[in-house]
Nanobody, 114 residues
């Protein structure tokens, strides 16, 4: 069983920054992929960014503003969010994949006020 623990959400004004952290535990294996998803009220959960080995992937809506780092070396992942916009408001979920199985964190709220 893999457990993901997130931290770093909160309330910030538009244009501000937040940094999310996520640590995976419970497995002696390195995660294949780690990443962040988000879900706004009334919307489906969507990809924000992923990291696998040295490769990163971002949704178009966050490119140039968010940076994902970390990865499977220490089974931790970070999301630096800059130039935040009200439309970034959502619950952010850490995700990790190991041998085809996806694991999710409990979610952390990010609220961006205008």
């Amino acid at each position: 069983q893999v457990f993901l623990v997130e931290s770093g959400g909160g309330l910030v004004q538009a244009g501000g920054s937040l940094r999310l952290s996520c640590a995976a535990s419970g497995s002696g294996f390195r995660m294949n992929v780690m990443g962040w998803y988000r879900q706004a009220p009334g919307k489906q959960r969507e990809l924000v960014a992923t990291i696998s080995g040295g490769s990163t992937n971002y949704s178009d809506s966050v490119k140039g503003r968010f940076t994902i780092s970390g990865g499977n070396v220490r089974n931790t992942v970070y999301l630096q969010m800059n130039s935040l916009k009200p439309e970034d408001t959502a619950v952010y979920y850490c995700n990790a994949k190991l041998r085809g199985v996806a694991y999710w964190g409990q979610g952390t709220q990010v609220t961006v006020s205008s």
